[in-house]
């Protein structure tokens, strides 16, 4: 028998003594197991055959060890008579269950809080009560579910997600809780909260400084169909969560593989977008079918049957183009956010260009219709657009890119193609936004020039100078940050190819030369010398970096990454204090710059893709495994998310800042260097919580002392930070992205202004 034919029958006669046991012992079959996510990335990876058995080995393995490591097979936890709670201890891991049901307890705390919130309300936002409960009860099984099955969506691998974390169905809800305290916050009341609409006007002091568009819409009612709006996208989430999770655990019951593995990819865009049909079709047939029972107030009340339509395909498209562009980047919980929050922006941008010919679109307003907006849906959307219409150019910019250059039709012509499809590229760029973004903006305008009316706008701040300060003092801040981030990188690659001498000429043994009889001569003096600097490096090598550089040499990753927290605190900080409205427009501006650069990366675009790719990827952690590097985006929307949404506190706005610029930074930093004690199943350490909470309190006292932000109560602010520091502990999302989104949360539910 060979080699093959003998690991295929000891694998039968393993799996056969595991369901003898798991019949012996009266319990059901565990239907998946954590590391089930891993297990199926090995389809889309490119390992031979050899390791990917290897590494099956190896976590059958590695499932089977004891708590002492010692390794244990079926056999031999049945002779040692096996009981009950041994088997839940060796393979359903109920620690790991400590950590997402705390996660779990906050979403429901929450979640009942604007409950009742939402039922002591007027009658217009009462009926929202009965969506959001629906849509807790439809998360919370699509989180149950996940405990004994890997979690993904409708038709997609398991391996196009990051490694997926026991509590990630549950921030499907995050988004709904927010923009629901957002339409509490807009009631009309005797004093403002912490979410209210902002005072827009170019004469008040305080106020934010924007001209409105003459349009008057009401706040309440944009409010309600904002939460229409991601309700009915988190519904969707949920059901293409739950329907997966329940084929997955059908399929596994019956014995047979998961076909989704061995589907071609026409094949799987067929069986995904006609489940987003009929899942589209559903919610717009009960929608009609409740309106004609008289309960359609119950049910996206706020939005007409055929914009449910539109929305539910939007919506699952966007699911489909980023689980298959940014492979391995988002986890349930970020996809949800990234999706609702695209699809809520194109759309407000269809009601700016309706609104303008048909008056009646003007109660769907989202958010307050300003200058600001209009150059926001131009900023963020236009350049969403213009990645959509010159993707055959990008595609094959970064297809030539890729391709070896021996496989190419024309090789001596590679460097000429490129630099004419950046041309191309470029060149287009420039006609679209003339020819079609600038006229857009124009005409929301009135007719008014949109470039000579962004040169008037920085004249309206507090003083004609002080916004062109703010810019002045960005530049030189950006410029001494990007020198210094230069020289971080020059090292990186310096002493970075040092290590690759060192694993040449101290590691790798000339074998082939050997066998092959060829005569070994003496190395030279400069060889001598070489190796010699290289092993010195190679003595200062840290085992977590991923580079060949020690502490002495230059900043680690993690600092490197830090230093982009504390530039936001310098950028942001003072322009929020002053001129919120300016910064409103600024954050805009360099989203869609970001968005642009990751354009050129991504696709390697002449002469940028490359110097870009290898800048930003001496920042990447754990999390940016995938082909789209989002932390820098992530960063910059999470400072930008309280002015997005129009807050009315000044402290509410700056505590996206705070918490990722001092908070997180901090706490990261002392986790690091101090930490001891670790939450349940997670690398970040109760030190680290301990420092996030005072470096935040004190940072907003230091900002109240200064004037930046209004008095505010310090017990209640301390409680809120507390229950984020609580959040950042259990949490395995991204914090740049999630973080935020709870601070708003929590300072609707417990105000301190």
Same mark, same amino acid.
């Given at each position: 028998?060979?080699?093959?034919?003998?690991?295929?029958?000891?694998?039968?006669?393993?799996?056969?003594?595991?369901?003898?046991?798991?019949?012996?012992?009266?319990?059901?079959?565990?239907?998946?197991?954590?590391?089930?996510?891993?297990?199926?990335?090995?389809?889309?990876?490119?390992?031979?055959?050899?390791?990917?058995?290897?590494?099956?080995?190896?976590?059958?393995?590695?499932?089977?060890?004891?708590?002492?490591?010692?390794?244990?097979?079926?056999?031999?936890?049945?002779?040692?008579?096996?009981?009950?709670?041994?088997?839940? $201890?060796?393979?359903?891991? #109920? @620690? *790991?269950? +400590?950590? &997402?049901?705390?996660?779990?307890?906050?979403?429901?705390? /929450? =979640?009942?809080?604007?409950?009742?919130?939402?039922?002591?309300?007027?009658?217009?936002?009462?009926?929202?009560?009965?969506?959001?409960?629906?849509?807790?009860?439809?998360?919370?099984?699509?989180?149950?579910?996940?405990?004994?099955?890997?979690?993904?969506?409708?038709?997609?691998?398991?391996?196009?997600?990051?490694?997926?974390?026991?509590?990630?169905?549950?921030?499907?809800?995050?988004?709904?809780?927010?923009?629901?305290?957002?339409?509490?916050? $807009?009631?009309?009341?005797? #004093? @403002? *909260?912490? +979410?209210? &609409?902002?005072?827009?006007?170019?004469?008040?002091?305080? /106020? =934010?400084?924007?001209?409105?568009?003459?349009?008057?819409?009401?706040?309440?009612l944009g409010r309600c169909s904002a939460v229409d709006l991601q309700?009915?996208?988190?519904?969707?989430?949920?059901?293409?969560?739950?329907?997966?999770?329940?084929?997955?655990?059908?399929?596994?019951?019956?014995?047979?593989?998961?076909?989704?593995?061995?589907?071609?990819?026409?094949?799987?865009?067929?069986?995904?977008?006609?489940?987003?049909?009929?899942?589209?079709?559903?919610?717009?047939g009960v929608h009609v079918g409740l309106r004609y029972a008289g309960?359609?107030?119950?049910?996206?009340?706020?939005?007409?049957?055929?914009?449910?339509?539109?929305?539910?395909?939007?919506?699952?498209?966007?699911?489909?183009?980023?689980?298959?562009?940014?492979?391995?980047?988002?986890?349930?919980?970020?996809?949800?956010?990234?999706?609702?929050?695209?699809?809520?922006?194109?759309?407000?941008?269809?009601?700016?260009?309706?609104?303008?010919?048909?008056?009646?679109?003007?109660?769907?307003?989202?958010?307050?219709?300003?200058?600001?907006?209009?150059?926001?849906?131009?900023?963020?959307?236009?350049?969403?657009?213009?990645?959509?219409?010159?993707?055959?150019?990008?595609?094959?910019?970064?297809?030539?890119?890729?391709?070896?250059?021996?496989?190419?039709?024309?090789?001596?012509?590679?460097?000429?193609?490129?630099?004419?499809?950046?041309?191309?590229?470029?060149?287009?760029?420039?006609?679209?936004?003339?020819?079609?973004?600038?006229?857009?903006?124009?005409?929301?305008?009135?007719?008014?020039?949109?470039?000579?009316?962004?040169?008037?706008?920085?004249?309206?701040?507090?003083?004609?100078?002080?916004?062109?300060?703010?810019?002045?003092?960005?530049?030189?801040?950006?410029?001494?940050?990007?020198?210094?981030?230069?020289?971080?990188?020059?090292?990186?690659?310096?002493?970075?190819?040092?290590?690759?001498?060192?694993?040449?000429?101290?590691?790798?043994?000339?074998?082939?030369?050997?066998?092959?009889?060829?005569?070994?001569?003496?190395?030279?003096?400069?060889?001598?010398?070489?190796?010699?600097?290289?092993?010195?490096?190679?003595?200062?090598?840290?085992?977590?970096?991923?580079?060949?550089?020690?502490?002495?040499?230059?900043?680690?990753?993690?600092?490197?990454?830090?230093?982009?927290?504390?530039?936001?605190?310098?950028?942001?900080?003072?322009?929020?204090?002053?001129?919120?409205?300016?910064?409103?427009?600024?954050?805009?501006?360099?989203?869609?710059?970001?968005?642009?650069?990751?354009?050129?990366?991504?696709?390697?675009?002449?002469?940028?893709?490359?110097?870009?790719?290898?800048?930003?990827?001496?920042?990447?952690?754990?999390?940016?495994?995938?082909?789209?590097?989002?932390?820098?985006?992530?960063?910059?929307?999470?400072?930008?998310?309280?002015?997005?949404?129009?807050?009315?506190?000044?402290?509410?706005?700056?505590?996206?800042?705070?918490?990722?610029?001092?908070?997180?930074?901090?706490?990261?930093?002392?986790?690091?260097?101090?930490?001891?004690?670790?939450?349940?199943?997670?690398?970040?350490?109760?030190?680290?919580?301990?420092?996030?909470?005072?470096?935040?309190?004190?940072?907003?006292?230091?900002?109240?002392?200064?004037?930046?932000?209004?008095?505010?109560?310090?017990?209640?602010?301390?409680?809120?930070?507390?229950?984020?520091?609580?959040?950042?502990?259990?949490?395995?999302?991204?914090?740049?992205?999630?973080?935020?989104?709870?601070?708003?949360?929590?300072?609707?539910?417990?105000?301190?202004?």
């Amino acid at each position: 028998m060979s080699k093959t034919g003998a690991s295929d029958a000891w694998s039968r006669t393993r799996r056969r003594s595991d369901d003898a046991l798991y019949v012996r012992s009266g319990m059901k079959p565990f239907e998946e197991s954590a590391n089930d996510a891993e297990q199926s990335s090995e389809a889309c990876t490119t390992l031979p055959l050899r390791a990917r058995r290897r590494r099956r080995s190896s976590n059958g393995e590695s499932r089977m060890r004891g708590s002492a490591g010692i390794r244990m097979t079926p056999m031999d936890i049945q002779r040692a008579g096996q009981s009950h709670d041994a088997w839940n $201890a060796v393979y359903m891991k #109920e @620690p *790991r269950l +400590l950590r &997402p049901c705390l996660e779990m307890l906050c979403f429901a705390v /929450a =979640w009942a809080v604007v409950l009742v919130r939402l039922a002591h309300s007027m009658d217009l936002v009462r009926d929202k009560a009965v969506q959001l409960f629906l849509l807790g009860i439809l998360v919370f099984s699509c989180f149950f579910s996940h405990l004994s099955s890997a979690c993904t969506i409708w038709a997609t691998r398991v391996c196009y997600m990051r490694k997926s974390d026991l509590g990630d169905p549950l921030y499907i809800l995050l988004m709904p809780l927010v923009v629901c305290a957002s339409l509490l916050d $807009a009631m009309p009341g005797v #004093e @403002p *909260r912490a +979410l209210a &609409p902002p005072r827009i006007s170019r004469g008040l002091k305080g /106020a =934010w400084r924007a001209e409105k568009l003459g349009v008057q819409n009401d706040p309440v009612l944009g409010r309600c169909s904002a939460v229409d709006l991601q309700m009915l996208c988190a519904a969707l989430m949920g059901f293409h969560v739950l329907a997966s999770s329940i084929a997955r655990r059908l399929r596994k019951r019956q014995g047979r593989h998961l076909p989704i593995e061995e589907l071609s990819g026409l094949q799987a865009f067929a069986y995904f977008h006609g489940f987003c049909v009929v899942l589209a079709l559903l919610f717009t047939g009960v929608h009609v079918g409740l309106r004609y029972a008289g309960l359609g107030r119950f049910f996206f009340a706020a939005m007409p049957s055929w914009m449910i339509l539109a929305l539910s395909l939007s919506f699952q498209l966007q699911l489909y183009i980023w689980t298959r562009v940014a492979q391995q980047n988002c986890t349930i919980g970020e996809l949800v956010i990234l999706c609702t929050t695209t699809t809520a922006i194109f759309h407000e941008a269809w009601i700016m260009t309706m609104a303008r010919l048909v008056p009646s679109y003007v109660t769907m307003y989202l958010r307050e219709p300003t200058v600001l907006l209009v150059y926001q849906m131009a900023l963020i959307v236009g350049m969403f657009l213009l990645g959509l219409v010159l993707s055959p150019l990008l595609v094959l910019s970064r297809n030539l890119a890729r391709r070896p250059t021996h496989r190419l039709r024309w090789p001596d012509k590679r460097n000429l193609h490129r630099r004419l499809l950046a041309m191309g590229f470029f060149v287009l760029s420039l006609t679209l936004v003339l020819s079609l973004l600038g006229p857009w903006v124009s005409w929301q305008l009135g007719g008014r020039n949109p470039w000579l009316y962004v040169i008037r706008f920085t004249l309206q701040g507090p003083t004609w100078w002080s916004r062109w300060a703010l810019v002045v003092y960005w530049g030189v801040l950006c410029n001494i940050a990007l020198l210094s981030i230069q020289l971080m990188v020059n090292r990186v690659w310096q002493f970075a190819t040092v290590g690759d001498q060192v694993k040449t000429q101290t590691v790798t043994r000339p074998a082939t030369l050997a066998s092959a009889g060829a005569p070994r001569r003496a190395p030279t003096a400069s060889q001598r010398a070489g190796s010699m600097a290289a092993a010195r490096f190679a003595s200062r090598i840290e085992p977590d970096e991923g580079t060949s550089l020690g502490p002495q040499v230059a900043v680690s990753v993690n600092g490197r990454r830090k230093f982009f927290h504390a530039l936001a605190v310098l950028l942001f900080v003072p322009g929020l204090a002053w001129d919120p409205a300016f910064m409103h427009l600024a954050f805009s501006a360099a989203m869609s710059l970001f968005i642009l650069l990751e354009y050129l990366r991504y696709c390697a675009v002449f002469p940028f893709g490359a110097t870009l790719h290898f800048f930003l990827s001496q920042f990447l952690d754990s999390k940016d495994t995938g082909l789209v590097i989002l932390s820098h985006v992530y960063l910059l929307i999470g400072c930008a998310m309280a002015v997005w949404c129009e807050a009315q506190s000044r402290l509410v706005m700056q505590l996206g800042v705070i918490v990722l610029g001092v908070g997180d930074a901090l706490a990261s930093v002392i986790g690091r260097q101090y930490g001891r004690i670790h939450w349940p199943h997670s690398k970040k350490t109760v030190e680290g919580t301990l420092g996030f909470i005072a470096s935040t309190v004190a940072c907003a006292s230091g900002m109240r002392v200064l004037r930046l932000v209004e008095a505010f109560s310090v017990r209640q602010f301390t409680i809120v930070v507390t229950l984020l520091a609580v959040v950042e502990g259990l949490s395995e999302q991204n914090d740049n992205l999630v973080l935020p989104l709870w601070g708003l949360l929590l300072s609707s539910l417990i105000p301190y202004i």
